[in-house]
Antibody, heavy 114, light 107 residues
Framework: QVHLVQSGAEVKKPGASVRVSCKAS????????ISWVRQAPGQGLEWMGW????????HYAQRLQGRLTMTTDTSTTTAFMDLRSLRPDDTAVYYC???????WGQGTLVIVSS | DIQLTQSPSFLSASAGDRVTITCRAS??????LAWYLQEPGKAPKLLIF???NLQSGVPSRFSGSGSGTEFSLTISSLQPEDFGTYYC?????????FGQGTRLEIK
């Protein structure tokens, strides 16, 4: 069965960077893309971007352009989300999902606080 | 960007009730709409894709309809495990967007 397992919670200071990983299993990794979605405390779902696991092309949310990088490692079937210049309002649970959301990781809490 | 507006934002209902949630898109998205249920503290779960296609393993009491700009999700007979927050999502074009959510609570 399909599993997406994310890395553990992170606490970062403003201005720092964070990397969240998403290990995929149970399907052919290169046949599907990976989306990243975040959810601030008590708020709704915010799409961050998508990456093709076969070609590596990406689509990012405009408001995160310049701070966000999505990559994949097909040898380990792992996707990565890097967010730079963190601000307190980046505090959220970050989810990876197969394609637009057929299967989801368990979520990774990122707290940005001084 | 395509805006999705869900209504109502909050719904209180009892087990056994029939409920409908609507999602309106700011422009034509054909049938490129999905519905999710998120229980507190959990990741969203896909219920419906392509506006009306039931995801594998999802009970048949869930159904979706609509195309263009008007969509709905209907639960024919609410069960205790159906309570949580429902989101619609358009995948017609980037950026992918979500509705603001409909919180369904037990009356």
């Amino acid at each position: 069965q399909v599993h997406l397992v994310q890395s553990g919670a992170e606490v970062k200071k403003p201005g720092a960077s964070v990397r969240v990983s998403c290990k995929a299993s149970g399907y052919t990794f290169t046949s599907y893309g990976i989306s990243w979605v975040r959810q601030a405390p008590g708020q709704g779902l915010e799409w961050m971007g998508w990456i093709s696991n076969s070609k590596g092309n990406t689509h990012y949310a405009q408001r995160l352009q310049g701070r966000l990088t999505m990559t994949t490692d097909t040898s380990t079937t792992t996707a990565f989300m890097d967010l730079r210049s963190l601000r307190p309002d980046d505090t959220a649970v970050y989810y990876c999902a197969r394609d637009s959301g057929t299967y989801w990781g368990q979520g990774t809490l990122v707290i940005v606080s001084s | 960007d395509i805006q999705l507006t869900q209504s109502p934002s909050f719904l209180s209902a009892s087990a056994g009730d029939r409920v409908t949630i609507t999602c309106r898109a700011s422009q034509d998205i054909s049938s490129y709409l999905a519905w999710y249920l998120q229980e507190p503290g959990k990741a969203p779960k896909l219920l419906i894709f392509g506006a009306s296609n039931l995801q594998s393993g999802v009970p048949s009491r869930f159904s979706g309809s609509g195309s263009g700009t008007e969509f709905s999700l209907t639960i024919s007979s609410l069960q205790p495990e159906d309570f949580g927050t429902y989101y619609c999502q358009q995948v017609n074009s980037y950026p992918i967007t979500f509705g603001q959510g409909t919180r369904l609570e037990i009356k």
